[in-house]
């Protein structure tokens, strides 16, 4: 299954970035083969307003089914939340760690957003 890891790096030993539509990268990971994409966020994460609709309009046409994160704001989550792309907030350490977490069922999914929207 495909999976999205909001991140500060290009790389599975990157650290998780805390923010979703805001991240510097999104990775992309296959939890069965451990195989990832980089999204760039960077026009997401310099932008005026939008920025998790416009990420979680991405990470779905990646096919995601799932998105691990520190903080998703409400506008981010119903998008993310029509798409079928369950959420899990308050993410850290490594992509790689996370991503271990996740497989080993260490993550609740959330039902609605964790932080205002705009921080």
């Known amino acids: 299954m495909k999976i999205a890891v909001t991140s500060k790096g290009q790389d599975l030993n ?63 989550y119903k998008t993310l939340e029509a798409a079928d792309i369950k959420v899990a907030n308050d993410a850290t350490g490594t992509i790689q760690n996370v991503v271990d977490q996740y497989k080993a069922g260490k993550f609740e999914f959330a039902t609605s957003a964790n932080v205002d929207g705009h921080w």
Not at 16 to 28: K, M, N, S, T
Not at 35 to 60: C, H, L, P, R, Y
């Open 14 to 76: 990157a650290e998780v970035d805390p923010r979703f539509g805001r991240a510097a990268y999104v990775i992309i990971v296959d939890t069965d083969t451990l195989e990832f994409e980089v999204i760039d966020n960077a026009s997401n994460k310099n932008s005026m307003k939008g920025a998790g609709i416009q990420a979680a309009s991405g990470i779905a046409d990646k096919g995601a089914k799932v998105l691990l994160t520190g903080f998703c704001g409400p506008n981010a």
